[in-house]
């Protein structure tokens, strides 16, 4: 088995461009594991990255057509206001989720995900916040788990009387895990979490990331330079807000959807999430998808699974919200 041919033909070109970026040092070589915290890039790097991953996935205009609105916002951050879009379904609305965008902690944006949540909208009636938090290495952690805890007590006091869920990709699944046991820390639970290929083990290393750990997109080597990008020491490897399958107890959590994919590093992750939640008591979805890659939503447009994904994500929302609302 193999990734789809529109992946393969995406792999072969990316791998191309990896291999020229390691030429000018941009990429850590091989056998390289950057330190903590790693040096930062330059500012026109950075710039660089950011404007290249911070396209969206489909044209804006026409992912909008499949939800009432949306519109940007300045919500309360937890070091002054962030920049968020709340995207409201047609019909009746049933709920509220937060929603963390991906990209290593370090890109990606509310434009590069509109199109993400424009469905999720749509197939869960729900609303979706989706929030700017503060990326590395301009902002180490925890800054962006700070922002995203200030948005979700905010969407408490907005929607006193909705169910409020929390969703992400990749560093959003990472932050949205770390969310719900938080949430739980302080005696309250979401109506649920859904975490699309989310990082989650830290220094746990499942065999997925040896047995994938090049030529799939994300590889091992960018894993470690967005951690050095994103962690100040060594230790907070083991914070299980940064690795939450090292939390000291599972149960309590909400209702909780793990989306994998077949050719990427991070699917040992969300498999181990998925067991020791399920070893807890916690009601656990997990669905792989065989032939994809990390980061397929955003090739949504051009891979039937990214549809797929998110309209079964978004109606797992739909599902917890509503059970939530009769709660």
């Given at each position: 088995m193999s990734p789809t041919l529109p992946l393969r033909v995406f792999l072969w070109l990316l791998n191309r461009q990896s291999r020229?970026?390691?030429?000018?040092?941009?990429?850590?070589?091989?056998?390289?594991?950057?330190?903590?915290?790693?040096?930062?890039?330059?500012?026109e790097m950075l710039a660089r990255i950011r404007r290249i991953t911070g396209k969206p996935s489909f044209p804006?205009?026409?992912?909008?057509?499949?939800?009432?609105?949306?519109?940007?916002?300045?919500?309360?951050?937890?070091?002054?206001?962030?920049?968020?879009?709340?995207?409201?379904?047609?019909?009746?609305?049933?709920?509220?989720?937060?929603?963390?965008?991906?990209?290593?902690?370090?890109?990606?944006?509310?434009?590069?995900?509109?199109?993400?949540?424009?469905r999720l909208a749509a197939s869960s009636g729900a609303m979706i916040l989706s929030l700017d938090y503060r990326l590395s290495p301009e902002h180490r952690f925890p800054a962006g788990l700070e922002d995203a805890w200030t948005a979700l007590q905010w969407l408490r006091v907005q929607f006193p009387d909705l169910p409020l869920a929390v969703a992400g990709d990749s560093a959003g699944g990472n932050l949205s895990a770390a969310l719900s046991q938080l949430m739980r820390e302080k005696g309250e639970r979401l109506a649920g979490q859904l975490l699309y290929y989310p990082a989650l083990s830290g220094p746990v290393a499942p065999p997925s990331r040896e047995k994938y750990a090049e030529g799939y997109m994300l590889g091992v080597e960018l894993l470690h330079w967005y951690c050095g990008q994103l962690l100040s020491t060594p230790e907070e490897l083991f914070d299980p807000r940064f690795a939450p399958v090292l939390a000291e107890h599972f149960d309590g959590l909400p209702p909780t959807m793990i989306v994998t994919a077949g050719f990427d590093p991070l699917k040992g992750e969300g498999e181990l999430y998925a067991q020791l939640l399920q070893r807890a008591g916690v009601n656990v979805r997990y669905r792989c998808y065989p032939r994809m890659i990390h980061g397929f939503l955003n090739f949504y447009a051009f891979v039937k699974e990214g549809r797929t994904a998110l309209r079964e994500g978004g109606l797992f929302l739909k599902q917890a919200l509503e059970a939530g609302n009769q709660g």
């Open positions: 020229k970026a390691r030429r000018q040092r941009v990429l850590p070589q091989a056998g390289e594991v950057p330190v903590i915290p790693a040096p930062r890039p330059s500012d804006q205009r026409l992912s909008s057509l499949r939800i009432r609105t949306w519109r940007e916002i300045r919500i309360p951050g937890a070091d002054g206001t962030r920049l968020a879009r709340l995207y409201r379904p047609r019909g009746r609305v049933n709920g509220v989720v937060l929603f963390l965008h991906g990209g290593g902690f370090v890109h990606c944006d509310l434009i590069s995900h509109h199109g993400i949540c424009c």
